[in-house]
């Protein structure tokens, strides 16, 4: 049986993580707040942020850079898109 997490991102009760996705705080902040949906959706949002903006995450500016992309994300905050980019239809 799935855990149920308030979600933060989407305002509502969602399955929640199995494990949390990153060590220390940061990772059971987000297992016990963000959905399962949620942490999928950064995923994405985060692959296309590396390959559209052309990030090398041995760059600590750059893992600084997505680190506060996801908060922003996963809090429903503004966030940064990928310039120039075009959803496939």
């Known amino acids: 049986m799935s855990r149920t997490v308030n979600c933060k991102k ?10 949390p996705p990153l060590p220390g705080p940061k990772g059971l902040e987000i ?8 942490w999928q959706a950064w995923l994405s949002h985060q692959t296309m942020l590396i390959n559209e903006k ?3 995450l041995m760059d600590p500016e750059a893992r600084r850079y997505l680190s506060e992309q996801m908060d922003k994300f996963l809090s429903g905050e503004a966030f940064d898109q990928a310039e120039g980019y075009v959803p496939p239809e």
Request: charged share 15%; glycine share 4%.
């Open 10 to 19: 989407y305002k509502q009760a969602l399955p929640g993580l199995t494990q």
């Open 31 to 38: 297992y016990e707040q963000v959905s399962a949906k949620a």
């Open 54 to 56: 052309h990030l090398s």
